[in-house]
């Protein structure tokens, strides 16, 4: 009987996770649909809607007046890369992150200013802004939940690794004049040995005779 009880709660939980999960996933595919539909038919807009769920992507836009968009993320990884993008006058980019990596990459010549609702998520502002006349402004408006959301300028991290190789240079060269030092040093030992080997060569010679005798 206890095999029997035993196997039956089992049995339950395996059931139990079963539809748990097929619930789940419909909701998922639920979701899913809809965010597409949704960026399908912003396509033609003036604001266009960049949406991602359980997923990685990457959205470009090249050589095109960007006026604002708004994104969705959920579990997923999403990089909005507006470098190459043209800004004619200030944008907006309207975003909610769930338990998502959003980063934002703009380009020079853009100022930023953020209002974002944090809940225990890591919010970074790597741009610059320059007090200067004519300069657009990105507004960056959203909600992040467990996320990690960055604004970065474009050229950021290729600037990073430049520096990297530049004090990799650097290293090498020390490297190399440590080893001619220690180069120079053998080569100074060894000529203080040939100098005492000459100092002896003599006393040996007038060592000789006297054996003779």
């Known amino acids: 009987m206890a095999k029997k009880k035993s196997f ?22 639920i979701l899913k649909t809809k965010f597409e539909k949704e960026e399908k038919e912003s396509i033609c807009d003036e604001v266009k809607k960049y949406n991602a769920v359980c997923t990685s992507k990457s959205v470009e836009i090249e ?20 470098s190459l993008a043209v800004f004619e006058k200030d944008a907006y980019i309207n975003f909610k992150s ?7 990459i703009l380009p020079e010549g853009v100022n930023v ?20 006349d004519d300069i657009p402004t ?22 990073e690794d430049d520096d990297f190789e530049d004090e990799d ?13 220690k180069t120079e040093e053998k080569d100074s ?7 005492k080997a000459d100092e002896k060569a003599p006393k040996a010679d007038e060592k000789a005779p006297n054996a003779d005798k």
Request: proline fraction near 1%.
């Open 138 to 159: 990105v507004f960056i408006i959203g909600k992040s939940t467990i996320s990690s959301i960055e604004i970065i300028p474009a050229n950021f991290y290729s600037d």
């Open 113 to 132: 200013t953020c209002d974002i609702e944090n809940v225990a998520s890591g919010i970074k502002n790597l741009v610059v802004n320059v007090d200067e």
């Open 189 to 195: 030992k060894a000529d203080e040995k040939d100098l």
């Open 169 to 181: 240079d650097f290293e090498s060269e020390d490297i190399a004049g440590e080893k001619a030092t």
């Open 8 to 29: 039956a709660k089992a049995f339950v939980g395996v059931t139990a996770l079963a539809v748990t999960g097929k619930v789940v996933y419909d909701k998922y595919k």
């Open 63 to 82: 050589d095109e007046d960007f006026e604002g968009c708004e994104i969705k993320a959920i579990a997923s990884k999403l990089i909005l890369d507006l």
């Open 98 to 104: 769930d338990a998502s990596i959003v980063q934002i």
